[in-house]
């Protein structure tokens, strides 16, 4: 879960450092960077969240 928050925290730190770029330059390729950021971002969580479901599912108790 630590490392959830973290590469969250990461993310949201990277993500903004793009859009304050494009604001500054306005260049288009700082926003398809941010996207592709957000996108990798939200598949390591979708990745994160499963394993947890799956060893809630499959381990309910502890050893």
Do not use: S
């Amino acid at each position: 879960m630590l490392l959830l928050r973290l590469v969250a925290v990461l993310v949201v730190i990277a993500i903004g450092v793009n859009l304050v770029l494009f604001l500054w330059w306005r260049d288009a390729r700082y926003l398809q960077f941010a996207w592709r950021i957000a996108r990798f971002g939200l598949l390591f969580a979708a990745i994160m969240l499963a394993l947890f479901f799956l060893e809630r599912a499959f381990l309910p108790f502890p050893i």
